[in-house]
């Protein structure tokens, strides 16, 4: 009987795991701020509070690549306070180049810090499996990578949103409302990501689960890169 429930759970964790791979393969080309959202943002002129903060939430919950990176944060914490540690840093991170990246018109190719962002999955997904120490002999603390790795990810968010918001008037309370939004949204998402952790380190093989996981983000990892650096080449022409 225990044999079958085993087998029953291990099946239902490779169709998820199925399934957000092939969710993150499509995603992967339709990422970004797009449609009525952009139409809306280039069009906006004064304080829209609400509605970007809405936009901001959206962003986050449907933002495969950053919630793909916190998933491999998430994946060996066990304890609350180091859970909110980490997504802590990470926030602050995200929450800091975002709003000088707007405010200031830091401009970077939103495609190459897709790319990157690709690549911290990678990280990681390396990272979680004992592997950065042994390929470079040397480990950032984990702390200060998540942190650094949050600067990327708001820098990729800033530059994403220079192309679509045109106006300067109530432009500073848009955008901090945009990012409070995007924490909403993260803390939604990070919820959802914690129970799927809790539920997988209650099965028995959950070491080879963990092992197979971070593999598959190493993947999804790559997949993002490559993706957004053939995009840069292809907006280049």
């Not at 994946?75 to 802590?88: E, H, P």
């Not at 990157?116 to 040397?138: M, Q």
């Not at 200060?144 to 708001?154: E, K, N, Q, S, Y």
Request: aromatic share 16%.
């Amino acid at each position: 009987m225990n044999n079958l429930i085993n087998q029953g759970k291990t099946k239902i964790f490779f169709c998820l795991f199925f399934f957000i791979s092939i969710l993150f393969s499509e995603f992967s080309f339709a990422h970004g701020v797009s449609g009525k959202d952009a139409d809306f943002l280039q069009q906006v002129d004064g304080q829209a509070l609400i509605i970007f903060a809405y936009l901001g939430a959206k962003h986050m919950v449907t933002g495969y690549d950053h919630l793909l990176y916190l998933f491999g944060v998430l994946f060996f914490l066990n304890r609350l306070k180091d859970v909110a540690l980490f997504v802590s840093l990470f926030a602050l991170g995200h929450s800091i180049t975002l709003l000088w990246g707007v405010l200031s018109q830091t401009y970077i190719n939103a495609y190459l810090i897709d790319s990157i962002i690709g690549l911290s999955i990678v990280y990681k997904a390396i990272e979680n499996l004992g592997g950065i120490r042994k390929i470079f002999c040397y480990q950032l603390s984990p702390r200060v990578a998540v942190f650094c790795f949050g600067l990327i990810h708001g820098l990729g968010l800033a530059s994403k949103l220079q192309d679509l918001v045109t106006s300067k008037n109530g432009l500073v309370a848009n955008i901090i409302s945009f990012n409070a939004g995007v924490e909403i949204g993260q803390i939604f998402a990070l919820s959802l990501a914690y129970l799927f952790i809790g539920w997988l380190k209650n099965l028995d093989n959950y070491p080879n689960y963990a092992r197979r996981s971070n593999l598959t983000m190493i993947f999804l990892g790559f997949l993002i890169t490559i993706n957004q650096i053939s995009l840069y080449f292809l907006s280049a022409q």
